[in-house]
């Protein structure tokens, strides 16, 4: 059963910092390309950043500079560590594991960021 469990989400003040993480099983982890998406009240949701087995990171312009995706594939685990929050940054975060055709999705963890 293939399972994306995403944590560290939280209340935090503008400018502050805060570090999520996703932690997989069930699925080969290190053959996955992962992303980190969100999506707040009223909004569809939006990609913030992925990064594939090769590393290779992108990121939504409104977050590039602020936000860093990365992956430890020895933990199975992607983590994405945000900077400089702003309240509209304000969201549930997902995590997402695809591979080709294969696409797998976390609940979600709230972030909320007051000013």
């Known amino acids: 059963q293939v399972q994306l469990v995403e944590s560290g989400g939280g209340l935090v003040q503008a400018g502050e910092s805060l570090r999520i993480s996703c932690a997989a099983s069930?699925?080969?982890?290190?053959?996955?390309?992962m992303g980190w998406y969100r999506q707040a009240p009223g909004n569809q949701r939006e990609l913030v950043a992925t990064?594939?087995?090769?590393?290779?990171?992108n990121y939504a312009e409104s977050v590039k500079g602020r936000f860093t995706i990365s992956r430890d594939n020895a933990k199975n685990t992607a983590y994405l560590q945000m900077n400089s929050l702003k309240p509209s940054d304000t969201a549930v975060y997902y995590c997402?594991?695809?591979?080709?055709?294969?696409?797998?999705w976390g609940q979600g963890t709230q972030v909320t960021v007051s000013s």
């Open positions: 997402n594991a695809y591979m080709g055709s294969f696409e797998y």
């Open positions: 990064i594939t087995t090769g590393f290779r990171t």
């Open positions: 069930g699925i080969a982890f290190r053959l996955h390309a």
